[in-house]
């Protein structure tokens, strides 16, 4: 039998990728971070010596991206070719140049087309797949659909302790404005018709796993 889909939005700094991956370890279910290949992607470009603004650009890589991302949740690496990029990805200047190769309609198609294929040949009784557009466009029909939120200084304040920064009010002044740049191109914060809330604002780690788990076995 096919997988099926639990489809995860959010945004940066919601608690979404970890969050996903410890479902996704908890219930035995494989553990796909879509984030992680716009972020490769990005890496690819920026590897290449090519700007991330130049569209022409992002799509010569996008047609040349040797993209491999493990499903199991404890062991995902993310390589471009034959390198390692899991570290890499996570960069500042990573994550300063993500959104320009997100925007570009025909990487989302591509990419997208990818996510679907991967979740369907997984060899798991089901994905946890997590990122912006899932619940709307990767997996419009996928029988478990969440948005996780939380208001905006706590993602901020999580976000800086993750990445150990010193800086937190730059943190939370980089993930604003990438949220704004990303939601030009997709609304993941608002929750479509069918998808269900979870807001992690007032929730600890251990709580927004169990509020997860309690949406998936009511809809699976
Ligand atoms: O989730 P994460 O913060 O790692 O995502 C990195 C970037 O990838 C986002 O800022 C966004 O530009 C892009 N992204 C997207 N659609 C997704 C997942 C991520 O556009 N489904």
Redesign the pocket.
Known sequence: TESFIVAI?GP?GSG??SVSKAVARRLGYGFL???????ALAWHVLDRGDDTADEAAVLAAAADFPFAQGLDPDDRLVHVGATDVTDAIREPRV?GA??G???VPAV?EQVNDAFRRIAREAEYPAVVV?????TTV?APDAPVRILLTAAPEVRAARRAAELDAEDAGAVAAALHH??A??SA??D?LTAAEGVEVVDSTDLDFEETIDAVIAVIERRA
Request: no cysteine; glycine share 6%.
């Open positions: 939005d940066a979404k990728s971070d879509t984030g992680a290949a716009y972020r994550s993500v959104s190769v997100a925007r989302r997590e990122g912006r557009d899932i990767v990438r949220d740049k990303d191109v997709v993941f």
